[in-house]
Structures are given as C-alpha cells and as structure tokens.
C-alpha cells in the first residue's frame, strides 16, 4: 500500500469513529449505561468479524500464542476501558468535553512510540501535535475562552480515554506486521467482548432491545463507528508510524462537530472554523514527506 493510501485509511476510519454520538444517544435514552454500552459495542461487533472471518477469510485466523496477549492488551486495556471512560464523559458533560479530552492520546502514543519503538520525535512531529491538541481545543469550544465548569473525576477519565486510547496504537502496531487489519481487529474484539460480557449487567435490560431504534443504533455503531473504523485505522497503522496515525486521527472531532451541524441543529462558531483549519493543517503537515536535498 501507498503512503497515501495508508494516510487516507487511516483518516478515513477516525471519521467511521466521529459518527459514534449519533449512534450511542439511542442507548442512553433507553436506559442502557457507558458500560453496557460498550458491551454492545463489543459483542455486536465481534460477532459480526468472526462471521466475517469464518466465510471468507479462515486462514486469516491463524495465529501465534505469544501474540495474544497483545491483542488481549488491546481489547480490554485499550477497547473497553477507552470506550468506558470516552462514554461516562459524554454521559456526565457532553461530546465536545469527551472529544477533547479523549484527544489527549496523539500525546500519549508520540511519548509511549518513542519509549517502545524508538520512533524520532522531530521537532516537525512536535509541531504537528501542538497544532492537532490546539485545534481539537477550538473545534470543541474550549478555545479561547474556558467556561465550562467541569468535575475533577469527569475530567481524569476524560485523560484516562486519551491514555487507553493510545494504548491501541502501541498494542496494534506490536503485531500489525504479522497480520491483517481484520485479524487483529477481529482478534482484539473478541477479547474485548468476553471481558464485557463478564463483567457487564447487559442481560439485565435485555427487554430493551424490542425497540426498533436500538437495535438500529446498535448495529451501526458496531458496524459503522467500530468495525470499519478501526479495520481502516489498523490498515493505515500497519504502513505508518504510530505516533503518525495518531495525530491523522484527529480529524474524529472534526467530524463529531461536523455532524452535530448537519444533524443535531448544533452551529459552527467562529473559533471552530480556526480550530478544524489547524487541524487539518497538523494532518498535513505530519503526512507531507520531507523534500530530498538535491546536491
């Protein structure tokens, strides 16, 4: 694959994931919690990879032992504790708080590539990352003036999402080489979904799903905001650096505003234009090869 292939995986499957508050209000509305909610985010969608596997890519299945702990590391440090603490936020506050804070994670995988994978942190990488953190800020509104009044335990497992959101990149490209984006997408779910189901109360409000409308929600966001995001994420993360994709992936938010424009009647401030340009600018910059010098 391309690099720019791999860079428009990569974006493309943080956008996938910008949809997911258009698919988890239904839930809430219907008395599910963040926890159960992830459980249903976990076990749709790996039900729906194993399916996937099964028919048409069985060989894919194999592999090694040793790499397990990886992708458990993946499905139940990073998927379900990510998407636990990323929904409680949302929950408690709304999705431009949870946004901002989950995209604290380009600066944890920048420190935690450079601790396990010796990847270079270049003053352009830095840069790059300064202008994505700073225009997340203005896209959700933080910036330039900071009026929310938020909970100290909202806004630590706000930074926890951040960190168990990097935590995917390091744990993915650990066994990305060896496998495809649907093996360890797949790999990782299933790990995810036997810890929720273990450890979540979803049975309980089974009732719930003789509405329409969950099951509806239900299945787009597994298969929407989950499996094709992070099929297309894992992709580009396979040909890019972690601390790369990372940063690529913070056009989420964009989107997450974006859609509340089009859909939820939300309006696009001024300061946000600022913030998606310098957004898209750090994309840019961290995609854009450096020029050779022609002696």
């Not at 690099?3 to 499957?13: H, Q």
């Not at 909970?151 to 959101?165: A, D, I």
Request: charged share 10%.
């Amino acid at each position: 694959m391309s690099r720019i292939n791999a860079y428009l995986c990569t974006v493309a499957g943080a956008a996938s994931w910008g949809l997911i508050g258009l698919f988890i209000t239904p839930l809430y509305e219907r008395g599910f919690t963040a926890w159960e909610v992830v459980a249903i985010r976990a076990v749709i969608s790996c039900t729906f990879l194993l399916l996937l596997m099964l028919i048409f890519f069985r060989p894919q299945l194999r592999t090694y032992a040793r790499d397990h702990i990886f992708f458990a590391g993946a499905g139940i440090l990073s998927i379900s504790l990510f998407n636990f603490f990323y929904f409680e936020v949302f929950a408690r506050s709304n999705l431009s708080l949870a946004v901002t804070l989950l995209y604290t994670g380009p600066l944890f995988v920048t420190l935690l590539s450079r601790l396990f994978f010796k990847e270079a942190f270049s003053p352009r990488k830095m840069l790059a990352l300064l202008f994505a953190i700073v225009g997340c800020a203005f896209v959700v509104g933080l910036f330039p003036y900071w009026e929310a009044q938020v909970p100290w335990e909202v806004l630590v497992m706000g930074v926890l999402s951040g960190f168990c959101y990097a935590l995917y990149s390091i744990f993915g490209k650990a066994v990305t080489h060896r496998y495809s984006a649907l093996t360890v997408t797949t790999y990782t779910f299933l790990y995810s979904s036997i810890f929720m189901l273990f450890t979540s109360n979803l049975w309980e409000n089974i009732d719930a799903f003789i509405y329409p409308e969950v099951w509806i929600s239900a299945i787009l966001l597994a298969l929407v905001a989950t499996v094709l995001g992070y099929v297309l994420y894992t992709t580009g993360l396979k040909h890019i650096e972690a601390s790369k994709a990372s940063i690529l992936a913070t056009v989420e938010p964009i989107v997450a505003v974006v859609t509340g424009v089009l859909f939820l009647g939300d309006h696009l401030l001024f300061w946000q234009v600022i913030g998606i340009a310098l957004v898209l600018y750090s994309a840019v910059l961290v995609a854009e090869r450096r020029k050779q010098v022609v002696a």
